[in-house]
């Protein structure tokens, strides 16, 4: 079975500083693995998404995400932070096949401060 | 830009009572879902929809839910009699393949259940 922890549920960062936000995954098979964004009152955003191609990802916005097989982990990052970046960020797990299922982690809410 | 629509946004029902959340996918899509977010928790699956049928649902998705595709551009939630514990932001998505393709989420319908 998938499954995606998130650790941290809420993070703070000054307005310039790196973004971190950690994700390790579980997944019986090689993994599809996302990130998305929640702003508040919105649906979900990808972000970026790994499937199996460059390990290092890029994304919208600014964000990169690295997965590494041997951590089962896909942190994402972003250099410098943005007010805008305020937000919920969920990292999601899909094992594929037909009409693959996405497993979301609990979530991190971004603070970015002045 | 093609974009996922839900209707309504926000519906409140009382216990018991049947409800119907609507979902107009992206045109192109062939591969539906719905998903639920319980208050200050993470998105849940419900259920996946592929070829005018359920591909899979999970353990929440019991004889009280359904799903149709009633028509070429609606996809519907229904809950039969729903309890209190059904409140909950309801989220469809559709992606317009299965695996590592994303899955373009909708801006969700807030249920309350009195």
């Known amino acids: 079975a998938q499954s995606v922890t998130q650790l941290g549920s809420h993070v703070s960062v000054s307005e310039g500083a790196l973004v971190l936000l950690r994700c390790n995954y579980s997944?019986?098979?090689?993994?599809?693995l996302f990130w998305y964004v929640q702003y508040p009152n919105q649906g979900l955003q990808l972000l970026l998404k790994y499937t199996s191609a460059a390990t290092l990802v890029k994304g919208i916005n600014g964000f990169e995400a690295e997965f590494k097989k041997s951590e089962t982990s896909f942190h994402l990052t972003k250099p410098s932070a943005h007010m805008s970046d305020a937000a919920e960020y969920f990292c999601a797990v899909s094992e594929g096949g037909t009409a693959s299922k996405l497993t979301f982690g609990t979530g991190t809410r971004l603070q970015v401060t002045l | 830009e093609p974009e996922v629509t839900q209707t309504p946004s926000h519906q409140v029902t009382q216990m018991g009572q049947e409800v119907i959340l609507r979902c107009v996918p992206i045109s192109n899509h062939l591969y539906f879902y719905w998903y639920r977010q319980i208050l200050g928790q993470k998105v849940e699956f419900l259920v996946s929809?592929?070829?005018?049928?359920?591909?899979?649902k999970s353990e929440i998705f019991d004889d009280q839910f359904s799903v149709e595709r009633p028509d070429g551009s609606n996809f519907t939630l229904k809950i039969r009699s729903t309890k209190l514990e059904d409140s909950a932001m309801y989220f469809c998505?559709?992606?317009?393949?299965?695996?590592?393709?994303?899955?373009?989420f909708g801006p969700g319908t807030r249920l309350t259940v009195t």
């Open positions: 929809f592929y070829n005018n049928e359920i591909s899979e």
């Open positions: 998505a559709s992606s317009e393949s299965s695996g590592g393709y994303e899955q373009y």
């Open positions: 997944s019986s098979v090689p993994p599809y």
